[in-house]
């Protein structure tokens, strides 16, 4: 995988005119790359982290997955992309209360019939981030590092080559961080991972620290 952001800027409408959000954004990454974005509240992070999600569409610039633009298909068509090709864990788990943590792993799978991820495969993910004793526990029945562990499986089943991380580790204590920290970093594999964070700490994990400042990455 190779993602490669050129000129990227987001725009929006406001009471007295444009807020230009995001501007002059560019970023290559390869398989297995990782990156933390850092910068305050309102710098952009989450705007960026959904264009290249394929959440939210750019105002301009590009953004390219091995040279596929997502932007160019049909809003069916970039539901399938997103689905096939990233992955996200967010600050707050969100989990579905009335599902298992089987169930919960399981979700992403069911967009796509063709989809190659079975149970076996999501028991096999849950074991590897220490849930293998835990598959038909609720959401309410876990801790919250069980809970993160848990949407860190569910990002993982459909075998993203991206993976969108976003303050993963905001609701936890600092040793739960730690270790959810390291099982990201240990799980990643060849997916390029960007990770959204406060925390110097975790953002020292990670391969490249950039910061957003004025809607722009500047040195760190």
């Known amino acids: 995988m190779k993602l490669e952001i050129n000129d990227l800027r987001k725009q929006f409408t406001g009471p007295t005119g444009p807020i230009q959000v995001l501007r002059d954004v560019d970023l290559i990454m390869e398989a297995g790359d990782s990156v933390a974005v850092?910068?305050?509240?309102?710098?952009?992070?989450?705007?960026?982290?959904?264009?290249?999600?394929?959440?939210?569409?750019?105002?301009?610039?590009?953004?390219?997955?091995?040279?596929?633009?997502?932007?160019?298909?049909?809003?069916?068509?970039?539901?399938?992309?997103?689905?096939?090709?990233?992955?996200?864990?967010?600050?707050?788990?969100?989990?579905?209360?009335?599902?298992?943590?089987?169930?919960?792993?399981?979700?992403?799978?069911?967009?796509?019939?063709?989809?190659?991820a079975t149970p076996d495969d999501a028991r096999k993910l849950l074991e590897r981030v220490g849930l293998g004793d835990r598959l038909g526990h609720f959401p309410t029945q876990l801790s919250g590092g069980e809970r993160q562990r848990t949407a860190i499986a569910r990002a993982l089943i459909n075998r993203p080559s991206v993976l969108l991380c976003d303050e993963p580790t905001g609701n936890l204590d600092q040793e739960t961080a730690t270790l959810v920290a390291d099982l990201l970093l240990e799980v990643q594999g060849e997916a390029v991972m960007i990770m959204v964070t406060h925390s110097p700490e975790m953002a020292q994990r990670c391969q490249r620290q950039v910061r957003l400042s004025g809607g722009s990455f500047v040195p760190m």
């Open 38 to 116: 850092m910068g305050p509240s309102g710098s952009g992070k989450s705007s960026f982290l959904h264009i290249v999600g394929v959440l939210d569409t750019p105002t301009s610039g590009s953004v390219q997955f091995d040279g596929v633009d997502p932007f160019s298909l049909n809003e069916q068509g970039r539901a399938l992309f997103r689905n096939q090709n990233i992955g996200f864990v967010f600050q707050d788990h969100h989990l579905l209360p009335q599902f298992t943590v089987l169930e919960n792993t399981l979700l992403p799978t069911l967009a796509q019939k063709s989809n190659r």
